[in-house]
């Protein structure tokens, strides 16, 4: 409804109501002016009607849902099932075009300015969450072990005579599989124990480049998020170490942005060395479903590069999950959702310390590590050897899942 139907409408129906009526669509229209104004994430969360408004408005400008459109090319936004439209808001284009993720769609402005949004509202929140200096951010539609793949592959055309990745331990597949699956030779490089904690061996990484040679290393593949008793790496040593060799150096922030101490580690590491790109998952920062990663840096044209390495278009639906997202919970509903979980995290701490106490066991001091806990099991693996995966089988079938 414009001014136009508005004032038409005034001949139907009283004056008064439609003016009442005009003036509460205006309210959601400026909340849509503000985004599209400041490119934000909106300080307080919006409601549903909302957002599906705004959803709605974006795609009639999508050439799919244009009366009278007659689409004649392989692919023109063509759907069988209503359900499946309506699932994806009539969002049919996905975003990107053959030779680059983040170009514009001629056919799709509606799906183009979402694409566009939601990176801009994604940088917003990683500055918010404490990368302050980060340059640029786009959605990318794999896991986080395919993105980082994304991000080895854009550093060969800058390193072609390179053949390995050092790489700090981590017991992880998928980081070790997005490696191998670029082509890359890993270099694992032990981890040494400290107190409780397991962490980054410094002088075993630079021994490495050494031996190696500089040249022949694509990056340094370090890691913040982590489970106990390993620890995030050393960051800014890291990144010094790679700015000395004029080496890249490529962070799995997997499920790092909900930890602001995760966050100031890149921040650091940037400021004192050298950091190219960070990689975090939107299912586990964000609250979406699985399926969508950020790739993020301090130089808007290296992460221009990664985005121009994805092969042909993709799809929207982890841009659209992740901006609906935040749109309904606000810059102040996230900030508030990281402070709840580091008061969770301390009350899990104190209470897995009380029961480790009271079997004989006790909490590993693992002070580096801001999101996971370990506790020991010596006393439960003494009475058997298969005692600790039944504890594991125990805890699943009373539902408590993601325990290692």
Not at 37 to 65: H, R, Y
Request: net charge neutral; aromatic share 6%.
């Amino acid at each position: 409804m414009n001014s136009e139907n508005f004032s038409l409408s005034e001949k139907i129906v009283s004056p008064s109501y439609i003016r009442q009526g005009s003036q509460a669509r205006r309210s959601h229209e400026q909340l849509i002016r503000h985004l599209l104004e400041q490119g934000k994430c909106p300080e307080e969360g919006w409601n549903e009607s909302t957002i599906e408004l705004f959803l709605n408005e974006l795609a009639v400008m999508d050439s799919n849902n244009f009366l009278g459109n007659c689409g004649v090319g392989e692919r023109e936004g063509r759907v069988a099932s209503s359900l499946v439209a309506r699932r994806h808001y009539r969002l049919i284009h996905g975003i990107g075009r053959s030779g680059d993720i983040a170009a514009i769609q001629p056919k799709a402005a509606g799906s183009s300015l979402l694409n566009k949004l939601t990176n801009s509202v994604v940088l917003d929140i990683l500055k918010l969450s404490g990368v302050r200096s980060v340059a640029s951010c786009f959605v990318v539609p794999l896991a986080t072990g395919m993105s980082l793949t994304l991000c080895f592959l854009t550093l060969r055309h800058q390193r072609p005579k390179a053949r390995y990745i050092i790489w700090p331990r981590i017991d992880q597949k998928s980081c070790f599989k997005a490696m191998i699956t670029a082509g890359f030779e890993p270099v694992v490089v032990e981890n040494v124990l400290e107190g409780d904690e397991l962490r980054t061996d410094l002088e075993a990484v630079e021994c490495k480049i050494k031996e190696l040679g500089a040249e022949n290393i694509l990056c340094v593949h370090s890691t913040t998020s982590c489970f106990a008793p390993r620890v995030p790496d050393r960051l800014e040593e890291l990144a010094a170490v790679c700015a000395k060799y004029n080496i890249p150096h490529i962070v799995n922030n997997a499920y790092g942005v909900q930890s602001s101490k995760c966050m100031h580690l890149i921040q650091q590491g940037a400021r004192v060395g050298r950091i190219d790109a960070f990689v975090q998952s939107l299912d586990k920062n964000f609250m979406v479903p699985v399926g969508g990663a950020i790739i993020a840096g301090f130089d808007e044209s290296f992460i221009q590069e990664i985005s121009k390495m994805y092969p042909g278009r993709a799809s929207a639906s982890p841009s659209l999950d992740v901006l609906i997202t935040l749109l309904t919970v606000g810059a102040s509903g996230y900030k508030k959702l990281l402070s709840e979980r580091k008061e969770i995290y301390s009350f899990l701490a104190q209470e897995l310390k009380s029961l480790a106490s009271a079997h004989g066991e006790r909490l590993l001091h693992t002070p580096h590590n801001p999101i996971s806990l370990a506790m020991s099991l010596d006393v439960l693996q003494a009475e058997s050897d298969k005692a600790v995966t039944q504890l594991g089988s125990m805890l699943f079938t009373r539902q408590v899942s993601g325990a290692r």
